[in-house]
């Protein structure tokens, strides 16, 4: 983004939030008395003082980061084990064309049946809806393995396993990037909506449930929301920043993820 | 030391790219292989180098038929910018194909900057291959030939995508290096003038598919120079006879 554009993009931002004051100011307050966006900035900053809500936060996060984890820890090695054993990844890509369009939020009965423990639960939906996208990805960039590459190392004398992990797995690492940046935010939103219908015992969607429950708290919970979609904007800053990086000293020709 | 023995490969789908190739190849020499494009020449050394299992025939290296690759040989690829590992310092390139060679990482690199000392590259060892020119990558990939001290070399066109200048400047690095190893080297060009200035021997390829047509022993001093061997009345008469043969039907 350019500095020009990111101006933009703040201005924009504000005219919007302005006009949300207004209108709100002005109407004085909806039903369920909607707040003005100062009053959810004001309880936003609230919140950061908090224990309840940053306990809640720290939660999510704990859930996303192992979810993620597994998740890559599960993928990358399935998709070298699906691509270099053929007949093993024809059989299994009926499955994976199966699974992969259910909706994790459909799995939310069977997984609290599986795990009673809450936090068990809600990993287990993340690294579930993380797993697709950072397999496909390595499907994928399996199939990109420069063939020259390969062969040079088969020259100089390197088995099939030093191949994997000298060329095969360097050279998908940007697009196992683009597939956990993917992912990332898909967690984040499992792991919240998980905690949204499922009522456990903490982490921001919980949070999300009880202030609305609790009834008279709006700021507050527009405030949550606004704290999940600035996590949110993080870790996928972050990641495409690292992605960006990684590309830049990992060249990797015609490097082009499935998103 | 290396024996083509009726050498045939068919790809799948029936096209043959080698027929009934026959060739040897003494320890010490540097053959010069030289056809038309598409004739086969790839496959043949990707068959020398056991990437691939020939149709019919055999290799046989030292009298043992190759079946997998052989240790004791190392080949500089046509596509010098993808047989480098990008995400690799020049450096660990090389030092990357000794892990055989030395146990420790220091002595691998210590032996890697030798190499790249050898060829011109000291300097550019950080350096990450796409920061580097074509000459200087397909440099690098020699160096790394070499470092792995093979027996037998292999080059594909090693030469074919550099512009001229540093295409001779890589011609006489290469025979510079021969003449300081002991290695056979058996490599592929379809240029004409390249397989006489460079080679102990010429073997001329049919079209396709693959076979030898003629070998001419190159009766040049071992000591080459660019300007005066090309001027050689040897030399002037190879390379007409060598045109004549490729040209050939
Ligand atoms: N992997 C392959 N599959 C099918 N045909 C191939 C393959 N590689 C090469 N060929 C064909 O074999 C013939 C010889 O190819 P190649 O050995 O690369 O020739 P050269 O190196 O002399 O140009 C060509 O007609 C080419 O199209
Ligand atoms: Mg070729």
């Known amino acids: 983004m350019t500095g020009r554009a990111a101006l933009r993009g703040l201005f924009g931002t504000l005219a919007a939030v302005a006009a949300a004051e207004v209108t709100v100011r002005a109407a004085g307050g909806f039903s369920g008395d909607l707040p003005a966006p100062t ?207 990684a590309a830049r000293w990992w060249p990797v020709s015609g490097k082009e993820g499935v998103a | 030391m290396l024996t083509i023995d009726a050498l045939t490969h068919s790809y799948p789908g029936g096209h043959t790219a080698v027929d009934d190739l026959s060739l040897a190849v003494e320890a010490g020499e540097l053959v010069t292989v030289v056809g038309p494009s598409g004739c086969g020449k790839s496959t043949l050394l990707r068959c020398i180098a056991g990437l691939q299992r020939p149709t019919g025939g055999r290799v046989l290296l030292n009298g043992d038929e190759i079946r997998d690759v052989p240790d004791s040989l190392a080949m500089v690829f046509q596509s010098y910018g993808r047989s480098l590992l990008p995400w690799l310092s020049v450096r660990d390139n090389v030092a990357l194909v000794l892990r055989h060679r030395y146990g420790s990482r220091r002595e691998r690199r210590a032996a890697a900057l030798e190499a790249l000392a050898e060829v011109g590259l000291a300097d550019a060892a950080a350096k990450h291959p796409g920061q580097l020119s074509g000459g200087m990558q397909q440099r690098v990939a020699i160096a790394r030939a070499l470092a792995y001290g093979p027996k037998l070399l292999l080059m594909d066109e090693p030469f074919g995508s550099v512009d001229a200048q540093t295409r001779e400047d890589l011609e006489d690095l290469l025979l510079a290096l021969r003449a300081r190893t002991p290695v056979t080297v058996v490599l592929v060009t379809h240029d004409i003038d390249e397989s006489v200035y460079l080679g102990d021997r010429v073997v001329v390829l049919t079209g396709a598919p693959g076979r030898v047509l003629a070998e001419l022993p190159v009766g040049l001093p071992a000591d080459r120079d660019q300007i005066k061997t090309r001027q050689d009345p040897e030399f002037v008469r190879l390379r007409a006879e060598v045109g004549r043969l490729v040209r050939e039907k």
Not at chain 1, 95 to 123: C, G, N, Q, Y
Not at chain 1, 185 to 200: D, K, M, N, R
């Open chain 1, 39 to 245: 009053q959810v900035l004001a309880a936003a900053g609230e919140q950061l003082a908090d224990g309840e809500f940053t306990d809640a936060v720290g939660a999510t996060l704990r859930v996303w980061a192992y979810g993620m984890l597994i998740a890559v820890g599960v993928a990358v090695p399935a998709g070298f084990l699906l691509s270099s054993i053929r007949a093993l990844g024809t059989a299994c890509q009926a499955i994976v064309e199966f699974l992969r369009p259910i909706p994790s939020v459909a799995l939310i009965p069977l997984a609290l049946l599986v795990f009673p423990a809450p936090d068990r639960m809600k990993t287990s939906l993340v690294v579930y809806a993380s797993v697709w996208p950072i397999l496909l990805n390595t499907l994928y960039a399996l199939r990109q393995v420069d063939r020259v590459q390969l062969d040079t190392l088969k020259v100089f004398g390197f088995g099939a396993a030093a191949r994997a992990w000298f060329v095969s797995l360097p050279s998908s690492v940007p697009f196992i990037l683009t597939g956990v940046r993917v992912s990332a935010s898909v967690a984040l939103i499992v792991a919240i909506s998980t905690e949204l219908l499922a009522v456990g015992d903490t982490g921001i969607g919980t949070y999300l449930a009880q202030t609305q429950s609790a009834g008279g708290q709006t700021d507050q919970m527009l405030a949550g929301a606004l704290w999940a979609g600035v996590i949110g904007l993080l870790i996928n800053g972050a990641l495409t920043t690292a992605e960006r990086r």
